[in-house]
């Protein structure tokens, strides 16, 4: 089914460890984005980014890298995990167009729990 | 700083009955609105999609309105069943750029009781 991959659906670090969380998907959208859900916070942009080649910060980057590999992924890395990121990870994409609006589609999520 | 907020954060109704879920924003110069639907453990599901033109948006039971001045939204449902039980989101787009950012409200639990 077309849509949005992101692996794994979840994990369980330590302090200070580091990970990659996957995304990718297959409706050759453009734009693709990180956000992070947090009880009673709604979700909040980590990084997006716009274009192949381009990355940008979101509302609450501190403690994330990205990668846009190619046009279908992009990746969050935790350099050094923290349990204050502790979350449930969404990534999503869409194909910006100024009349159409946005056709956002979201993966299933990773739950992350940072002991 | 665009802000959203969602009101109630819960609500709990009887099938059957009609409902109104509400989202407001202080900054009026969006370019859209839009709801999702999250059920629990899930990723996000676009329901309907406002933009800053128009006044309101109909998917079947579903019926969301924006009132860009007064920075509000409200997405009525109709003659609730159980399987609308979910938690809902809006989320709104600056006018500025084209990069496709989303700000969200916290959202609306929903339970729609047999």
């Known amino acids: 089914n077309a849509g949005v991959t992101q692996t794994p659906k979840f994990q369980v670090l330590k302090t200070g460890q580091s990970m990659t969380l996957q995304c990718a998907q297959d409706?050759?959208?453009?734009?693709m984005y990180w956000y992070r859900q947090d009880p009673g916070m709604g979700l909040r942009l980590i990084y997006y980014?716009?274009?192949?080649?381009?990355?940008d910060k979101g509302e609450v980057p501190n403690g994330y890298n990205v990668s846009r590999l190619n046009k279908r992924e992009f990746s969050l890395r935790l350099e050094s995990a923290a349990p204050s990121q502790t979350s449930v990870y969404f990534c999503?994409?869409?194909?910006?167009?100024?009349?159409?609006?946005?056709?956002?589609?979201f993966g299933s999520g990773t739950r992350l729990t940072v002991v | 700083k665009q802000e959203v907020t969602q009101i109630p954060a819960a609500l709990s109704v009887p099938e059957g009955e009609n409902l109104v879920l509400n989202c407001s924003f202080t900054?009026?110069?969006?370019?859209?609105l839009q709801w999702f639907r999250q059920d629990p453990g899930k990723g996000l599901t676009s329901l309907l999609l406002?933009?800053?033109?128009?006044r309101e948006q109909t998917s079947g039971r579903l019926n969301a309105s924006l009132d860009k001045s007064s920075g509000r939204s409200t997405l009525y449902i109709a003659a609730s069943q159980p399987g609308d039980s979910a938690t809902y989101l809006c989320?709104?787009?600056?006018?500025?750029?084209?990069?496709?950012?989303?700000?969200f409200g916290q959202g609306t639990t929903l339970q729609v009781k047999p």
């Open positions: 980014s716009a274009s192949e080649g381009t990355t």
């Open positions: 999503a994409s869409s194909e910006p167009r100024f009349r159409d609006g946005y056709g956002y589609t």
């Open positions: 406002i933009q800053s033109s128009q």
């Open positions: 989320a709104v787009r600056g006018a500025a750029g084209n990069t496709g950012k989303l700000i």
């Open positions: 409706m050759n959208h453009n734009s």
């Open positions: 900054d009026s110069a969006i370019y859209n």
